[in-house]
């Protein structure tokens, strides 16, 4: 278990940490999602020790980490250009963090092919990092992260330069060792939809502050603010309301209010009007998916009881 107690990190004036209240458990893949400068990196940084914070506490499996140093944490960091090393082989890249942490060159390499068999990349150990596809690089820094047997893994949008079949596969990979391994795992991302695919739990990050924390569905069915929702990429949203999209209905369901509404396609998607009046211009983007179901002439309809309303 990985905690942040009331955390606070100012750079100057400003601050990029406040207060910040956060637990990831055991086999937990915690995503940290906001927009770029809202204070991810520098999350993971006090995480890692890299940055001290100003006030608060860093606790790993009950132990107060605060003002221990970066390589006695026993943490493991994935970055988003692998940071590999090009003047080594794989298996030497792979068996660095042992070698840092003073375990002999025999020790260090028998651990390293290991990891490297159950990555699938034993064919490729003795490489050097340039023959190798961006997968096998991704793979590589991950066996490297996980060869030290860290006892939380914090991945800094390790995902962000991989085609789409590759990222999907990696996601896959990374979610099953997180739980394999039983260890606490922290992803910083800007992507929505990676959040919701790879965590537990997503914590919307917006200036420093964590301003709403729970399962993807229970925040894309109640986020608590219009910026909530819009970091999580929600459709449908404006300042005072947001139509999820599980409140667009074909059928209308006996007992719920619903409104009708005109859909037609628009040139990249599907545009839904809405015609209470109240809501002005308000219109409702709906899945492809959905939209295959509909017409274009079709009816649909939106429960009202499922529509958030912001303060
Ligand atoms: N060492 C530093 N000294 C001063 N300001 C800093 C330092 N590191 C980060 N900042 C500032 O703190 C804010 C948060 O930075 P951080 O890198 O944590 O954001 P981020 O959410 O990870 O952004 P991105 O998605 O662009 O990487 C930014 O405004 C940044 O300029």
Same mark, same amino acid.
């Given at each position: 278990?990985?905690t942040?107690? @009331?955390i606070t990190k100012?750079f100057?004036?400003r601050t990029?940490? &406040?207060?910040?209240?956060?637990s990831?458990?055991? +086999?937990?893949?915690l995503?940290?999602?906001g927009?770029?400068?809202?204070?991810?990196?520098?999350l993971?940084?006090l995480?890692a020790?890299?940055l001290q914070?100003?006030? +608060?506490?860093v606790?790993?499996?009950?132990?107060?980490i605060?003002n221990?140093?970066?390589?006695?944490?026993? /943490?493991a960091?994935?970055?988003?250009?692998?940071?590999l090393l090009?003047h080594? &082989?794989?298996?030497e890249?792979v068996a660095l963090?042992l070698? $840092?942490? +003073?375990?002999k060159k025999?020790v260090?390499?028998?651990?390293a092919?290991? /990891?490297?068999?159950?990555?699938g $990349?034993?064919?490729?150990?003795e490489r050097?990092?340039?023959?190798?596809?961006?997968?096998?690089?991704?793979?590589?820094?991950?066996a490297r992260? $996980?060869v030290?047997s860290p006892?939380? $893994?914090?991945l800094?949008?390790?995902f962000?330069s991989l085609?789409?079949?590759?990222?999907?596969h990696?996601?896959h990979e /990374?979610?099953q060792?997180?739980q394999q391994?039983?260890?606490?795992a922290? !992803?910083?991302?800007?992507?929505p939809a990676?959040a919701?695919?790879m965590s537990?739990?997503?914590? !919307?990050?917006?200036n420093? @502050?964590?301003?709403?924390?729970?399962?993807p &569905?229970?925040?894309?069915?109640?986020?608590?603010?219009a910026?909530?929702a819009?970091l999580?990429?929600?459709? @449908?949203v404006?300042d005072d309301v947001y139509?999820?999209?599980?409140?667009i209905?074909?059928?209308h369901?006996k007992?719920?209010? =619903?409104e009708?509404?005109? =859909?037609?396609?628009?040139p990249f998607a599907w545009?839904?009007?809405?015609m209470?009046?109240s809501f002005?211009e308000l219109v409702?983007?709906? &899945?492809d998916?959905v939209a295959q179901?509909?017409g274009k002439?079709?009816?649909?309809?939106i429960?009202?009881?499922?529509? /958030?309303y912001f303060?």
């Amino acid at each position: 278990m990985f905690t942040f107690q @009331n955390i606070t990190k100012k750079f100057g004036t400003r601050t990029v940490a &406040n207060q910040i209240n956060l637990s990831v458990a055991n +086999g937990e893949i915690l995503t940290i999602l906001g927009a770029s400068g809202s204070g991810k990196s520098t999350l993971l940084h006090l995480a890692a020790g890299l940055l001290q914070p100003d006030a +608060g506490d860093v606790w790993l499996n009950q132990e107060r980490i605060t003002n221990r140093q970066p390589e006695k944490r026993e /943490i493991a960091m994935m970055f988003q250009d692998f940071a590999l090393l090009p003047h080594l &082989n794989v298996w030497e890249n792979v068996a660095l963090g042992l070698r $840092l942490r +003073g375990e002999k060159k025999a020790v260090a390499r028998t651990a390293a092919l290991r /990891i490297l068999v159950e990555m699938g $990349l034993q064919h490729a150990s003795e490489r050097t990092i340039t023959q190798l596809s961006g997968g096998e690089q991704q793979r590589v820094a991950l066996a490297r992260a $996980l060869v030290v047997s860290p006892k939380l $893994l914090l991945l800094d949008e390790p995902f962000s330069s991989l085609d789409t079949a590759l990222r999907q596969h990696l996601q896959h990979e /990374i979610s099953q060792w997180i739980q394999q391994k039983n260890i606490p795992a922290i !992803l910083v991302s800007h992507d929505p939809a990676e959040a919701a695919l790879m965590s537990q739990r997503i914590a !919307l990050l917006e200036n420093g @502050n964590i301003i709403q924390c729970d399962t993807p &569905n229970q925040l894309f069915a109640q986020p608590v603010s219009a910026q909530a929702a819009r970091l999580l990429g929600c459709l @449908n949203v404006r300042d005072d309301v947001y139509i999820p999209q599980q409140a667009i209905q074909f059928h209308h369901e006996k007992g719920s209010e =619903c409104e009708i509404l005109r =859909c037609f396609k628009q040139p990249f998607a599907w545009r839904v009007e809405w015609m209470q009046p109240s809501f002005g211009e308000l219109v409702a983007w709906v &899945n492809d998916d959905v939209a295959q179901r509909l017409g274009k002439t079709a009816r649909v309809w939106i429960d009202l009881s499922k529509v /958030i309303y912001f303060k």
